[in-house]
């Protein structure tokens, strides 16, 4: 069984992935052609996630993701033996602090017709742009009549700064220029339900309640 925290990505990220799979209590998700590491990852349990993995076949595992040319990609909650380390993000609750400090950035949710430009910016913030168009190809048919899903964007002087996918209380795709920009987009993302889980990148200096780990790391 996944750890809560896993659960949670796999539940946020599953209707927007290509292909899942399950096995021995770890869940696969696979999206050839888009460059989310939550959408390219197999999510272990944390009794799988230690130096005895026993349970899933990793070797099936590794052949599944290479199979549609991907790396064998691994998220788990503690270091995994036998992988090497590739990212590392904490998720937590989000509340904002209770004297906003005061910003010049402005959120706004958009329509699917900016999807485009959404992943534009999106892109931009996590220094892979050239990913844009693949990722706004691929969500748009997923996102399509989903009333469960929002698309907020961050502006500031008038240029896209944040972009961010609300659903159901949770915001596990989501990136910003910098910190002043993070905080007003998960502010915004809050008020849509009066609570907000977020996945936030371990070096981003934003405070999570009850932060949990991911690793993100690929088989040797």
Same mark, same amino acid.
């Given at each position: 069984?996944?750890?809560?925290h896993?659960?949670?990505?796999?539940?946020f990220?599953?209707p927007?992935?290509?292909?899942?799979?399950?096995?021995g209590?770890?869940?696969?998700?696979?999206?050839?052609?888009v460059?989310?590491?939550?959408?390219?990852?197999?999510f272990?349990?944390?009794?799988?996630a230690?130096?005895?993995?026993?349970?899933?076949?990793?070797?099936?595992?590794r052949?599944?993701?290479?199979?549609q040319?991907?790396?064998?990609?691994?998220?788990?909650? %503690?270091? @995994? *033996?036998?992988?090497? /380390?590739?990212a +590392?993000?904490? !998720?937590?609750?989000?509340a904002?602090? &209770?004297?906003? $400090?005061?910003?010049?950035?402005?959120v706004?949710?958009?329509?699917?017709?900016?999807?485009g430009?959404?992943?534009?910016?999106?892109?931009?913030?996590h220094?892979?742009?050239?990913?844009?168009?693949a990722?706004? %190809?691929? @969500? *748009?048919?997923?996102? /399509?009549?989903? +009333?469960?899903? !929002?698309?907020?964007?961050?502006?500031? &002087?008038?240029? $896209?700064?944040?972009?961010?996918?609300?659903?159901?209380?949770?915001?596990?795709?989501?990136?910003a220029?910098?910190?002043h920009?993070?905080?007003?987009?998960?502010?915004?993302?809050?008020?849509?339900e009066?609570?907000?889980?977020?996945?936030?990148?371990?070096?981003?200096?934003?405070?999570?309640?009850?932060?949990r780990?991911?690793?993100?790391?690929?088989?040797?």
């Amino acid at each position: 069984m996944l750890p809560a925290h896993l659960h949670e990505l796999v539940e946020f990220h599953a209707p927007l992935s290509t292909l899942q799979r399950g096995q021995g209590g770890a869940v696969t998700l696979l999206t050839p052609g888009v460059n989310v590491l939550a959408l390219n990852a197999t999510f272990l349990p944390d009794d799988l996630a230690g130096a005895d993995l026993d349970g899933p076949d990793l070797d099936a595992v590794r052949n599944g993701h290479e199979g549609q040319g991907l790396p064998a990609l691994m998220a788990s909650g %503690r270091p @995994l *033996a036998g992988a090497r /380390e590739v990212a +590392r993000l904490v !998720v937590g609750a989000w509340a904002p602090a &209770a004297v906003p $400090a005061p910003s010049d950035v402005v959120v706004e949710q958009v329509s699917r017709l900016h999807l485009g430009t959404w992943a534009a910016v999106l892109a931009s913030a996590h220094g892979t742009p050239g990913w844009a168009q693949a990722l706004a %190809r691929h @969500l *748009a048919p997923r996102l /399509e009549g989903d +009333r469960q899903s !929002v698309l907020l964007m961050a502006y500031r &002087a008038g240029e $896209a700064v944040g972009a961010l996918l609300w659903r159901r209380g949770a915001a596990h795709l989501w990136g910003a220029a910098d910190g002043h920009a993070a905080r007003p987009l998960l502010d915004a993302a809050f008020a849509l339900e009066g609570t907000l889980r977020v996945s936030v990148a371990g070096a981003e200096p934003l405070q999570l309640t009850d932060p949990r780990p991911v690793i993100y790391s690929v088989l040797d």
